[in-house]
């Protein structure tokens, strides 16, 4: 049993905690975080043991009721990989702390590519991460982009990529944030959206803008891909239908709105509603000759969740092949399609 550490419980680091909990060969050997918080009170109530930064923060911490194993540096020793979701900044300085104790560890999306020198998302380069001993998963923008266009890739040779970010103003519960009563374009070029797309699929040639608007539900992408020969709209559907994680959803029955499809996974009884999947619109999908653009929506909180479980299991070896590595996550975590062609990977 693969003993993960998780270094933050915020939005993604629960997330990851819950998804780590569910497989059945690994268990959460501990969670670490700074503040007192009822957030962080959950640690407890999930009966994740619950290590503190500091004898300060320990000390924050039992003082609100929360009961306290030892701190970071106590658990660490005892982890075989870290997975830090902590807030940007923090996470820079405890990767010296992962180096100088030789651990494996996994940081996320708002860290910079360089601080790793390997970007992961699960189904583009799985196997380039097997027995690598650091990584960053992509953002959940990247993170669905990169889902996008390998299930585009397997329905011909693309010529270009050109994506529309329209981002949520803030996470729900970053309140001090948003929502804007504002549209606020990123400005001075490209969005960083399509540089970071190129740190896992090098070879696709692709640009990107984004803005951003007052809404805290999700992230809308707007695609338009340019293949080299005439591509039709059915086998758009059929690459979708069968690439794990993705899924196709309808304005004419009743999705019309990002509220929509995240009232859909409230339907399905989805922990905290979450959406693992990239949702595209299928009747937003136009072919013109060789173009196509497609409208699909990213649930930012929950999207890289099932990319950091696969990323334990490359890193340490558990599982060499991605079709059985992926399609383990995706069941463990009630994600897994029966129609999706897990083999292909």
Partial sequence: MVKVLGVGYGVVGKRVADAVALQDDMEVCGVVDVAPTSLVAVA?????????????????????????????????????????????????????LYEEARKP????????????????????????????????????NTTAICRVLVALKSAGVMDDVYVNIVRRGADPVKTSSGPINAIIPVLGGFSHHAPDVKTVMPDIRISSAAV???????????????????????????AFEKTPRIILV?????????????????????????????????????????????????????IAVPENVDAIRAMLGIEKNPAIAISKTDKAMGLYQENANYDKL
């Avoid at 707007?222 to 758009?236: E, G, Q």
């Fill in 44 to 96: 407890n109530e999930r009966k994740f043991p619950l290590y503190g930064t500091s004898p300060e923060a320990i000390a924050q911490m039992r003082k609100n009721g929360l009961k306290v194993e030892g701190t970071f540096s106590d658990i660490l020793k005892d982890a075989d990989i870290v997975v830090d979701t902590a807030p940007t900044g923090v996470t820079a300085k405890n990767v010296l």
């Fill in 212 to 238: 951003k608007v007052s809404s805290t539900l999700s992230h809308i992408h707007i695609l338009k891909v340019t293949y080299k020969s005439p591509i039709n709209k059915t086998a758009l559907v059929e």
């Fill in 105 to 140: 560890f996994i940081i996320n999306g708002g860290e910079k590519h360089e601080t790793t020198g390997f970007s992961f998302s699960s189904l583009a380069n799985y196997r380039e991460a097997v027995g690598i001993k650091k990584t960053r998963i992509v953002s959940c």
């Fill in 250 to 302: 309808s304005g004419e029955k009743g999705i019309t709105s990002n509220a929509h499809v995240l009232e859909l996974f409230r339907d399905k009884l989805r922990p905290r509603n979450d959406m693992w999947e990239v949702a595209i619109w299928e009747d937003s999908i136009s072919v013109e000759e060789n173009t196509a653009v497609l409208i699909y929506c990213v649930h930012m909180e929950a």
